[in-house]
C-alpha cells in the first residue's frame, strides 16, 4: 500500500514556476513508478510526466517537454514536479500516481492516487 499526499500548488502568473511536491507513505515507496497526471474541467485526466524508481530518463507529455522536469527523492519518499513557463493551459488539478509497472500513460494502470493539488495560471 502506498499513500501519496501533493502540496505546492497555487496561484502563478504566465511565465511562472511552481514546484509540486508528492509525499509518499509506505515500505516500497522506492520500487513504485511515480507519475504526475493532471484534469482540467470539463476534461479527461491526462499523463504529464513519470519517473522509474531508480530515476533514469523520465517520460514527458509533448505539452510539457522543455519546461517541467520531474525528480524523486526515495530516501525522502518524496516525488517533484518542476514546472516552469507555465501557460493558463496549465491550469488544472495536479495528481500524484505510482504504478509498480513502467511504460504506461494511462490512468487505470496506476493503482495509487493523491487527492490532488490546484495548480491555476493567469493570463
Known amino acids: 500500500q502506498v499513500q501519496l499526499v501533493e502540496s505546492g500548488g497555487g496561484l502563478v502568473q504566465a511565465g511562472g514556476s511552481l514546484r509540486l511536491s508528492c509525499a509518499a507513505s509506505?515500505?516500497?515507496?522506492?520500487?513504485?513508478?511515480m507519475g504526475w497526471f493532471r484534469q482540467a474541467p470539463g476534461k479527461e485526466r491526462e499523463f504529464v510526466a513519470a519517473i522509474r524508481w531508480s530515476g533514469g530518463t523520465p517520460d514527458y507529455a509533448d505539452s510539457v517537454k522543455g519546461r517541467f522536469a520531474i525528480s524523486r527523492d526515495n530516501a525522502k519518499n518524496t516525488v517533484y514536479l518542476q514546472m516552469n513557463s507555465l501557460k493558463p493551459e496549465d491550469t488544472a488539478v495536479y495528481y500524484c500516481a505510482a504504478d509498480y509497472t513502467w511504460g504506461s500513460r494511462r490512468t487505470d494502470d496506476y493503482d495509487y492516487w493523491g487527492q490532488g493539488t490546484q495548480v491555476t495560471v493567469s493570463s
Open positions: 509506505g515500505r516500497t515507496f522506492s520500487r513504485y513508478v
